[in-house]
Protein backbone atom coordinates (compact mmCIF):
# COMPACT_ATOMS: atom_id res chain seq x y z
CA UNK A 1 0.00 0.00 0.00
CA UNK A 2 1.40 3.40 -0.98
CA UNK A 3 2.10 5.75 1.95
CA UNK A 4 -0.69 8.32 1.04
CA UNK A 5 -3.49 5.97 0.48
CA UNK A 6 -5.47 5.28 3.52
CA UNK A 7 -8.80 4.52 4.74
CA UNK A 8 -11.64 5.82 6.62
CA UNK A 9 -13.89 3.94 9.54
CA UNK A 10 -16.80 6.14 11.42
CA UNK A 11 -17.99 4.16 14.17
CA UNK A 12 -21.66 4.50 15.26
CA UNK A 13 -22.13 3.45 18.83
CA UNK A 14 -25.24 2.55 19.97
CA UNK A 15 -27.64 -0.85 19.15
CA UNK A 16 -31.64 -2.00 20.15
CA UNK A 17 -30.29 -4.30 22.22
CA UNK A 18 -27.39 -5.87 23.84
CA UNK A 19 -25.87 -9.16 22.45
CA UNK A 20 -24.80 -11.29 24.90
CA UNK A 21 -21.81 -12.74 23.08
CA UNK A 22 -20.67 -9.01 21.63
CA UNK A 23 -17.65 -7.22 23.51
CA UNK A 24 -17.51 -4.23 20.97
CA UNK A 25 -17.79 -0.79 21.95
CA UNK A 26 -22.03 -0.70 21.69
CA UNK A 27 -24.75 1.11 23.86
CA UNK A 28 -28.06 0.96 24.29
CA UNK A 29 -29.58 4.40 24.29
CA UNK A 30 -33.38 5.48 24.31
CA UNK A 31 -32.88 8.84 22.83
CA UNK A 32 -30.28 9.63 20.55
CA UNK A 33 -29.27 13.14 19.15
CA UNK A 34 -28.69 12.22 15.61
CA UNK A 35 -28.02 15.61 14.77
CA UNK A 36 -25.57 16.14 17.28
CA UNK A 37 -23.72 12.84 16.47
CA UNK A 38 -23.68 14.31 12.43
CA UNK A 39 -21.98 17.36 13.79
CA UNK A 40 -19.49 15.70 15.55
CA UNK A 41 -18.46 13.41 12.39
CA UNK A 42 -18.31 16.47 10.84
CA UNK A 43 -16.43 18.04 13.25
CA UNK A 44 -13.80 15.06 12.94
CA UNK A 45 -13.52 15.46 9.32
CA UNK A 46 -12.07 18.74 9.91
CA UNK A 47 -9.52 17.40 12.42
CA UNK A 48 -8.10 15.07 10.04
CA UNK A 49 -8.21 17.07 6.94
CA UNK A 50 -5.20 19.32 8.26
CA UNK A 51 -3.35 16.09 9.34
CA UNK A 52 -4.05 14.06 6.00
CA UNK A 53 -3.70 16.86 3.46
CA UNK A 54 -2.35 14.57 0.20
CA UNK A 55 -4.09 11.55 1.37
CA UNK A 56 -6.25 9.33 -0.94
CA UNK A 57 -9.19 7.80 0.45
CA UNK A 58 -9.18 4.01 -0.93
CA UNK A 59 -12.63 2.68 1.40
CA UNK A 60 -14.35 4.19 4.13
CA UNK A 61 -16.41 2.03 6.28
CA UNK A 62 -19.43 2.47 8.92
CA UNK A 63 -18.83 -0.37 11.66
CA UNK A 64 -20.51 -0.16 15.08
CA UNK A 65 -22.49 -0.99 16.78
CA UNK A 66 -25.54 -0.86 14.29
CA UNK A 67 -25.09 1.83 11.61
CA UNK A 68 -27.51 1.18 10.05
CA UNK A 69 -29.95 3.05 12.45
CA UNK A 70 -28.29 5.73 11.22
CA UNK A 71 -29.94 8.38 9.47
CA UNK A 72 -29.10 8.39 5.97
CA UNK A 73 -29.66 11.46 4.69
CA UNK A 74 -27.07 12.19 7.83
CA UNK A 75 -24.65 9.75 6.44
CA UNK A 76 -25.29 10.97 3.09
CA UNK A 77 -23.82 14.24 4.51
CA UNK A 78 -20.86 12.98 6.35
CA UNK A 79 -19.97 11.06 2.59
CA UNK A 80 -20.19 14.65 1.27
CA UNK A 81 -18.17 16.28 3.75
CA UNK A 82 -15.19 13.26 2.78
CA UNK A 83 -15.74 13.69 -0.94
CA UNK A 84 -14.84 18.03 -0.89
CA UNK A 85 -12.20 17.39 1.52
CA UNK A 86 -10.40 14.43 0.07
CA UNK A 87 -8.93 12.97 -3.03
CA UNK A 88 -10.66 9.75 -3.84
CA UNK A 89 -9.27 6.77 -5.18
CA UNK A 90 -11.74 5.23 -8.57
CA UNK A 91 -12.50 2.20 -7.43
CA UNK A 92 -13.28 3.64 -3.63
CA UNK A 93 -15.02 0.79 -1.18
CA UNK A 94 -17.75 2.48 0.70
CA UNK A 95 -19.15 -0.55 3.43
CA UNK A 96 -21.80 -0.29 5.94
CA UNK A 97 -22.75 -2.69 8.81
CA UNK A 98 -26.38 -3.61 8.84
CA UNK A 99 -29.22 -5.42 11.30
CA UNK A 100 -31.46 -7.62 9.35
CA UNK A 101 -34.26 -6.34 12.03
CA UNK A 102 -37.24 -5.36 9.86
CA UNK A 103 -37.20 -1.13 10.14
CA UNK A 104 -33.43 -1.62 8.72
CA UNK A 105 -33.96 -3.46 5.94
CA UNK A 106 -36.70 -0.62 4.64
CA UNK A 107 -33.52 1.82 4.54
CA UNK A 108 -31.26 -0.49 2.32
CA UNK A 109 -32.15 1.81 -0.72
CA UNK A 110 -31.94 4.76 1.14
CA UNK A 111 -28.28 3.78 2.10
CA UNK A 112 -27.16 2.78 -1.39
CA UNK A 113 -28.44 6.20 -2.95
CA UNK A 114 -26.55 7.55 -0.14
CA UNK A 115 -23.49 6.89 -1.73
CA UNK A 116 -22.82 2.76 0.26
CA UNK A 117 -22.01 0.21 -2.20
CA UNK A 118 -20.74 -2.61 0.29
CA UNK A 119 -23.25 -3.85 2.74
CA UNK A 120 -22.19 -6.38 5.94
CA UNK A 121 -25.57 -7.70 7.50
CA UNK A 122 -25.16 -9.43 10.89
CA UNK A 123 -27.12 -12.45 9.93
CA UNK A 124 -25.69 -14.64 12.90
CA UNK A 125 -27.94 -17.94 12.20
CA UNK A 126 -30.46 -18.97 10.29
CA UNK A 127 -31.94 -21.16 12.59
CA UNK A 128 -34.14 -19.56 14.92
CA UNK A 129 -33.66 -21.35 17.94
CA UNK A 130 -30.09 -20.50 18.09
CA UNK A 131 -30.61 -16.69 17.04
CA UNK A 132 -32.68 -17.02 20.55
CA UNK A 133 -29.79 -18.32 22.08
CA UNK A 134 -27.00 -15.72 20.61
CA UNK A 135 -30.07 -12.94 22.43
CA UNK A 136 -30.90 -11.58 18.41
CA UNK A 137 -34.20 -9.70 18.19
CA UNK A 138 -34.41 -10.86 14.64
CA UNK A 139 -36.14 -14.37 13.11
CA UNK A 140 -34.27 -16.11 10.59
CA UNK A 141 -36.76 -14.81 8.17
CA UNK A 142 -35.95 -11.53 8.54
CA UNK A 143 -32.48 -12.50 7.79
CA UNK A 144 -33.35 -14.12 5.07
CA UNK A 145 -35.26 -11.31 3.82
CA UNK A 146 -32.66 -8.88 4.82
CA UNK A 147 -29.97 -10.64 2.26
CA UNK A 148 -32.48 -11.01 -0.55
CA UNK A 149 -33.19 -6.96 -0.42
CA UNK A 150 -29.11 -6.41 0.06
CA UNK A 151 -28.59 -8.37 -3.26
CA UNK A 152 -31.09 -6.68 -5.19
CA UNK A 153 -29.96 -3.34 -3.94
CA UNK A 154 -25.71 -3.67 -3.90
CA UNK A 155 -23.69 -5.68 -5.78
CA UNK A 156 -21.15 -6.10 -2.92
CA UNK A 157 -23.24 -8.20 -0.27
CA UNK A 158 -21.18 -9.79 3.02
CA UNK A 159 -23.16 -11.17 5.82
CA UNK A 160 -21.78 -12.41 8.97
CA UNK A 161 -22.77 -16.17 10.69
CA UNK A 162 -21.29 -17.68 13.98
CA UNK A 163 -21.16 -21.00 14.57
CA UNK A 164 -19.79 -23.32 17.34
CA UNK A 165 -22.29 -22.33 18.68
CA UNK A 166 -24.09 -24.01 22.16
CA UNK A 167 -25.46 -27.05 21.03
CA UNK A 168 -24.72 -27.36 16.89
CA UNK A 169 -23.86 -30.62 15.69
CA UNK A 170 -21.60 -30.90 12.46
CA UNK A 171 -24.34 -31.81 10.37
CA UNK A 172 -26.63 -28.84 10.69
CA UNK A 173 -23.72 -26.17 10.23
CA UNK A 174 -23.28 -27.91 7.14
CA UNK A 175 -26.74 -27.76 5.84
CA UNK A 176 -26.74 -23.90 7.44
CA UNK A 177 -23.38 -22.90 5.62
CA UNK A 178 -24.32 -24.69 2.33
CA UNK A 179 -28.12 -22.76 2.54
CA UNK A 180 -25.83 -19.19 3.45
CA UNK A 181 -23.20 -20.26 0.63
CA UNK A 182 -26.44 -20.71 -2.22
CA UNK A 183 -27.70 -17.39 -1.49
CA UNK A 184 -25.93 -15.57 -4.00
CA UNK A 185 -24.02 -13.53 -2.03
CA UNK A 186 -20.37 -12.79 -2.99
CA UNK A 187 -18.50 -12.49 0.87
CA UNK A 188 -19.00 -14.41 3.96
CA UNK A 189 -17.56 -13.46 7.99
CA UNK A 190 -17.73 -17.12 9.12
CA UNK A 191 -16.94 -16.24 13.30
CA UNK A 192 -16.23 -19.51 15.72
CA UNK A 193 -18.20 -18.37 18.65
CA UNK A 194 -15.81 -16.85 21.40
CA UNK A 195 -16.49 -16.25 25.11
CA UNK A 196 -15.06 -12.40 25.53
CA UNK A 197 -14.67 -10.96 28.96
CA UNK A 198 -16.89 -8.47 30.16
CA UNK A 199 -19.54 -9.82 28.37
CA UNK A 200 -23.28 -12.08 29.74
CA UNK A 201 -22.46 -14.82 28.02
CA UNK A 202 -18.81 -14.89 29.94
CA UNK A 203 -20.58 -14.39 33.12
CA UNK A 204 -22.39 -17.65 32.37
CA UNK A 205 -19.37 -19.51 31.50
CA UNK A 206 -17.73 -18.77 34.73
CA UNK A 207 -20.74 -19.92 37.10
CA UNK A 208 -21.28 -23.39 34.35
CA UNK A 209 -24.16 -21.92 32.99
CA UNK A 210 -23.23 -21.64 29.24
CA UNK A 211 -23.88 -25.16 28.47
CA UNK A 212 -23.41 -27.12 25.03
CA UNK A 213 -19.93 -25.32 23.42
CA UNK A 214 -17.98 -27.69 21.29
CA UNK A 215 -15.03 -29.13 22.77
CA UNK A 216 -11.44 -28.54 21.13
CA UNK A 217 -11.97 -31.49 18.90
CA UNK A 218 -15.48 -30.13 17.72
CA UNK A 219 -14.20 -26.96 17.21
CA UNK A 220 -11.75 -28.04 14.72
CA UNK A 221 -13.80 -29.55 13.01
CA UNK A 222 -16.08 -26.73 13.07
CA UNK A 223 -13.14 -24.84 11.35
CA UNK A 224 -12.26 -27.59 8.51
CA UNK A 225 -15.64 -27.98 7.55
CA UNK A 226 -16.22 -24.38 6.82
CA UNK A 227 -13.17 -23.86 5.07
CA UNK A 228 -13.65 -27.19 3.03
CA UNK A 229 -17.63 -26.14 2.32
CA UNK A 230 -16.56 -22.42 1.43
CA UNK A 231 -13.72 -24.01 -1.19
CA UNK A 232 -16.13 -26.02 -2.93
CA UNK A 233 -18.07 -23.49 -3.36
CA UNK A 234 -15.68 -20.99 -4.95
CA UNK A 235 -15.67 -18.59 -1.36
CA UNK A 236 -11.91 -18.10 -1.38
CA UNK A 237 -10.49 -18.17 2.01
CA UNK A 238 -8.32 -14.97 2.37
CA UNK A 239 -9.03 -14.35 6.35
CA UNK A 240 -9.07 -16.65 9.21
CA UNK A 241 -12.78 -16.04 8.84
CA UNK A 242 -13.52 -14.19 5.63
CA UNK A 243 -13.86 -15.86 2.87
CA UNK A 244 -14.90 -13.73 -0.93
CA UNK A 245 -15.67 -14.79 -4.40
CA UNK A 246 -12.86 -13.57 -7.05
CA UNK A 247 -12.52 -10.02 -6.49
CA UNK A 248 -15.08 -8.99 -3.63
CA UNK A 249 -12.45 -9.46 -0.68
CA UNK A 250 -12.89 -6.57 1.61
CA UNK A 251 -10.28 -3.85 1.00
CA UNK A 252 -11.03 -1.89 3.81
CA UNK A 253 -10.33 -5.00 6.31
CA UNK A 254 -8.01 -6.21 4.47
CA UNK A 255 -5.83 -3.21 5.11
CA UNK A 256 -6.23 -3.50 8.61
CA UNK A 257 -4.46 -7.24 8.21
CA UNK A 258 -1.83 -5.81 6.09
CA UNK A 259 -1.17 -2.59 8.91
CA UNK A 260 -1.83 -0.07 5.97
CA UNK A 261 -2.90 3.24 7.05
CA UNK A 262 -6.82 4.15 8.23
CA UNK A 263 -7.72 6.87 10.42
CA UNK A 264 -11.03 5.93 12.71
CA UNK A 265 -13.67 8.51 14.12
CA UNK A 266 -16.32 7.62 16.56
CA UNK A 267 -16.19 6.15 20.19
CA UNK A 268 -13.66 3.94 21.23
CA UNK A 269 -12.29 3.51 17.07
CA UNK A 270 -8.31 2.90 16.87
CA UNK A 271 -6.32 4.37 14.09
CA UNK A 272 -3.17 4.16 12.36
CA UNK A 273 -1.21 6.71 10.19
CA UNK A 274 2.05 8.19 9.46
CA UNK A 275 2.83 11.39 10.09
CA UNK A 276 6.54 12.68 9.19
CA UNK A 277 8.01 9.45 8.72
CA UNK A 278 6.79 8.10 11.77
CA UNK A 279 3.83 5.67 12.65
CA UNK A 280 1.09 7.02 15.05
CA UNK A 281 -1.49 4.73 17.01
CA UNK A 282 -4.36 6.41 18.65
CA UNK A 283 -7.66 5.67 20.08
CA UNK A 284 -10.76 7.83 20.74
CA UNK A 285 -12.13 8.35 23.74
CA UNK A 286 -14.51 5.27 24.53
CA UNK A 287 -17.67 6.61 26.54
CA UNK A 288 -20.07 7.73 23.48
CA UNK A 289 -21.03 10.93 25.47
CA UNK A 290 -17.85 12.28 26.13
CA UNK A 291 -16.76 11.60 22.88
CA UNK A 292 -19.61 13.31 21.72
CA UNK A 293 -19.59 16.26 23.33
CA UNK A 294 -15.92 17.14 23.34
CA UNK A 295 -16.29 16.34 19.30
CA UNK A 296 -19.32 19.14 19.06
CA UNK A 297 -16.85 21.66 20.96
CA UNK A 298 -14.49 21.25 18.23
CA UNK A 299 -11.91 19.70 20.42
CA UNK A 300 -9.82 16.63 19.65
CA UNK A 301 -11.84 13.29 21.53
CA UNK A 302 -8.57 11.61 20.81
CA UNK A 303 -7.52 9.82 24.26
CA UNK A 304 -4.35 8.19 23.09
CA UNK A 305 -1.76 9.23 20.72
CA UNK A 306 1.62 7.36 20.46
CA UNK A 307 4.22 6.97 18.03
CA UNK A 308 5.18 3.01 17.45
CA UNK A 309 8.12 1.59 17.65
CA UNK A 310 9.53 -0.75 15.24
CA UNK A 311 8.87 -3.88 17.98
CA UNK A 312 5.45 -2.30 18.05
CA UNK A 313 5.25 -2.03 14.29
CA UNK A 314 6.42 -5.41 13.95
CA UNK A 315 4.23 -7.33 16.81
CA UNK A 316 1.55 -5.85 14.72
CA UNK A 317 2.50 -7.70 11.44
CA UNK A 318 3.04 -10.79 12.72
CA UNK A 319 -0.09 -10.43 14.60
CA UNK A 320 -2.38 -9.39 11.52
CA UNK A 321 -0.41 -10.58 8.60
CA UNK A 322 -1.28 -14.01 10.21
CA UNK A 323 -4.31 -14.06 9.55
CA UNK A 324 -4.56 -13.48 5.93
CA UNK A 325 -3.71 -16.30 3.23
CA UNK A 326 -1.28 -13.70 1.27
CA UNK A 327 0.94 -13.97 4.15
CA UNK A 328 4.09 -11.45 5.58
CA UNK A 329 6.50 -10.22 3.56
CA UNK A 330 9.72 -11.17 5.33
CA UNK A 331 12.22 -8.61 3.47
CA UNK A 332 9.55 -5.96 4.65
CA UNK A 333 10.35 -7.17 8.44
CA UNK A 334 14.37 -7.47 7.82
CA UNK A 335 14.65 -4.31 5.63
CA UNK A 336 12.09 -1.73 7.02
CA UNK A 337 12.08 -2.59 10.64
CA UNK A 338 15.51 -4.51 10.84
CA UNK A 339 14.09 -7.25 12.75
CA UNK A 340 14.91 -10.87 11.96
CA UNK A 341 12.55 -13.50 12.69
CA UNK A 342 14.62 -16.58 14.55
CA UNK A 343 15.66 -19.29 11.91
CA UNK A 344 15.33 -22.26 14.22
CA UNK A 345 11.77 -21.57 15.02
CA UNK A 346 11.03 -20.89 11.75
CA UNK A 347 12.81 -23.96 10.66
CA UNK A 348 10.88 -25.78 13.39
CA UNK A 349 7.25 -24.35 12.34
CA UNK A 350 7.96 -25.32 8.63
CA UNK A 351 9.10 -28.76 9.20
CA UNK A 352 5.94 -29.37 11.68
CA UNK A 353 3.76 -28.19 8.46
CA UNK A 354 2.44 -25.49 10.37
CA UNK A 355 3.91 -22.60 8.18
CA UNK A 356 5.47 -22.12 4.19
CA UNK A 357 7.89 -20.00 3.68
CA UNK A 358 8.41 -19.39 0.01
CA UNK A 359 10.02 -16.22 -1.85
CA UNK A 360 11.08 -14.89 2.05
CA UNK A 361 6.68 -14.94 2.40
CA UNK A 362 5.34 -16.51 5.51
CA UNK A 363 2.08 -18.07 5.37
CA UNK A 364 0.30 -20.20 7.81
CA UNK A 365 -1.02 -23.64 6.85
CA UNK A 366 -4.40 -25.19 8.01
CA UNK A 367 -2.54 -27.14 11.04
CA UNK A 368 -1.18 -23.39 12.01
CA UNK A 369 -4.43 -21.93 11.41
CA UNK A 370 -5.97 -23.92 13.94
CA UNK A 371 -3.61 -22.84 16.26
CA UNK A 372 -3.18 -19.32 15.41
CA UNK A 373 -2.77 -17.48 18.94
CA UNK A 374 0.22 -20.23 19.66
CA UNK A 375 2.07 -19.58 16.08
CA UNK A 376 1.91 -15.13 17.11
CA UNK A 377 3.16 -15.92 20.56
CA UNK A 378 6.18 -18.71 19.05
CA UNK A 379 7.17 -15.86 16.66
CA UNK A 380 6.92 -12.83 19.35
CA UNK A 381 9.47 -14.49 21.83
C1 LIG B 1 -20.50 -5.02 14.72
S1 LIG B 1 -21.17 -6.58 14.51
C2 LIG B 1 -22.09 -6.55 12.97
C3 LIG B 1 -23.31 -5.64 12.72
C4 LIG B 1 -24.48 -5.58 13.66
N1 LIG B 1 -24.06 -4.96 14.87
C5 LIG B 1 -25.14 -6.89 13.93
O1 LIG B 1 -24.77 -7.53 14.91
O2 LIG B 1 -26.06 -7.24 13.20
C6 LIG B 1 -19.79 -7.53 13.98
C7 LIG B 1 -19.89 -9.04 13.90
O3 LIG B 1 -18.96 -9.65 14.80
C8 LIG B 1 -19.38 -10.95 15.11
N2 LIG B 1 -19.15 -11.18 16.55
C9 LIG B 1 -19.24 -10.28 17.54
N3 LIG B 1 -18.93 -10.84 18.72
C10 LIG B 1 -18.63 -12.15 18.48
C11 LIG B 1 -18.23 -13.26 19.30
N4 LIG B 1 -18.09 -13.14 20.61
N5 LIG B 1 -18.00 -14.45 18.68
C12 LIG B 1 -18.13 -14.58 17.35
N6 LIG B 1 -18.51 -13.57 16.54
C13 LIG B 1 -18.76 -12.37 17.10
C14 LIG B 1 -20.83 -11.08 14.72
O4 LIG B 1 -20.96 -11.98 13.66
C15 LIG B 1 -21.20 -9.66 14.29
O5 LIG B 1 -22.08 -9.66 13.20
S1 LIG C 1 -23.41 -8.06 17.74
FE1 LIG C 1 -23.99 -6.21 16.66
S2 LIG C 1 -26.13 -5.79 17.37
FE2 LIG C 1 -25.24 -7.21 18.82
S3 LIG C 1 -24.46 -5.86 20.46
FE3 LIG C 1 -22.74 -6.35 19.05
S4 LIG C 1 -22.68 -4.67 17.67
FE4 LIG C 1 -24.72 -4.61 18.66
Known amino acids: METNQISVYFHWPFCESKCPYCDFNSYVRNKINHKEWLNAYLNN ?5 EK ?23 LSLI ?19 ANPSSVEKKKFKDFSLAGINRISIGVQSFNDIDLKYLGRKHSANDALAAVEIANSEFVN ?5 IYGRQFQKLIDWEKELNFALSLGSQHLSLYQ ?27 KEFFVVTNKLCKQNSFNQYEISNFAKE ?24 GRYVFNCSRFSYENINNPENWLNKSIKKKFPIQQNKKLSKLEQFEELIMMGL ?24 KYLKDYKFISLKNNKLKLLLKGKLVLNKIVQELLV
Not at 52 to 74: A, K
Request: aromatic share 14%; charged share 20%; net charge neutral.
Open 45 to 49: IDFWK
Open 52 to 74: LENSIIRSIYFGGGTPSLMNPYY
Open 79 to 97: LEKIYKNFSLSKDIEISLE
Open 157 to 161: VNFDL
Open 193 to 219: LTIENGTAFKNLFNVGKLRGLPNEKLS
Open 247 to 270: DFQCFHNLNYWKCGNFISIGPGAH
Open 323 to 346: RINEGINLNYINEKLDIKLNNEKL
